[in-house]
């Protein structure tokens, strides 16, 4: 028997605990009901960001994701609509709906994260209604985040394609895309994204700093998952006993050593002090960061001598990890990356490279995209512009300092 319709109100249905258990998109219709918004419709960002997939969309063998199944909304590009418009831009976005009357689209958002978007659609739109609206989206970008850790059917949504057992592994590692706050942005993706096995990065904030680690494992199997997934866990477990960058890299080295001591991995991690912009990095035998500012590449402005990969005892190092530290000016981008996207082959058979890398972040910058977006656009030309598969993984994460009132 169907769980009755809430007595009215958003706070009844809140306070009911029987809510709590309803499938998500039921859940989404009564909260739509609760705030009296006529119809809502909920579209969640593919893993690759290139489409939007209702969330009642239920793919089973054979299926198309391009279809809707029973008669409801179907698949939409990010590229080229209205709601993939709200996704690149997170504003707002109406028009008039093919069934007649209007649809608002409205960014769902996990605090800088972009799930999806939001269709509200009424015979007519207000600014009452686009008020609702917009508190709905927010409530069920909340439920969204909350359940996929252990709602698979939400997952299921998002993928395009089956998903690698490496690439399963290292994805339960990994934090959401994009993290922020009024001072700092860190974003980043990575590809293939069904099948990578070394590549993974990682990035969180506390109240006065941004930490970020890109970490790319030799190899491109399990066993290379496993190391990243060793490295990210041991750094994880360092930073939140209050470790700083050497006892990081130590806790690394000497976790790798005892569970794998044949891997190792190189990577590159950084603290970033929000207020004052002071950037302090290691760099363990990895391709190192670079820095744009003011819409220009400062060469070698991040370029140091790189240590040892990760995972090699000290024994067999030259020296001591060494910290380096820089002063970040607002509105400077660094960028860290691995070697699968600057080696990835263009048709002519030429690299990418590091300038068409570098070039592609600065025009985003001028055209004044977001910076998620400028990654996602990035890394699908750099796809696109592929005669063959990418020979290894590519991972980018940017990071944008702009304090405010500077």
Known sequence: MPTPDPPGGLEEFLADPDNAVL???????RCARALDVPRAEVYLADLQQRLLVPLNERKGEGDSAGEGRDGGASTVPVDGSLAGWTYRTLSLRAGESPAGGMTAWLPLLDGAERLGVLAVHAPYLDAALLRRGRALASLVAMMITSKRAYKDDVVQVTRAEPMQLPAEMLRAFLPPRTIGNSHVISTAVLEPAYEIGGDAFDHCLTRTALHATIVDAMGHNLLSGLTTA??????????????DLPALMETVDAALGRWLPDQFCTGVLIRLDLASGALRWSNCGHPPPLLVRDNRLIEGALEREPDSPMGFSPSFR??????????????????????GLTEARLPDGTEFGLERFADSVIRASTAGEVAPETLRRLIHSILEGQADP?????????????????
């Open 390 to 406: 990418l020979r290894d993984d590519a991972t980018i994460l940017m990071i944008e300092w702009r304090p405010p009132g500077r």
């Open 23 to 29: 499938d998500l998109s039921t859940a989404v219709a």
């Open 230 to 243: 060793v490295a990210l866990a041991a750094c994880r477990n360092g930073r939140r006993t209050g470790a």
């Open 318 to 339: 030259s020296a001591e990890r060494q910290v380096h530290e820089t002063a970040l000016e607002p509105g400077d981008r660094v960028l860290l990356y691995t070697d």
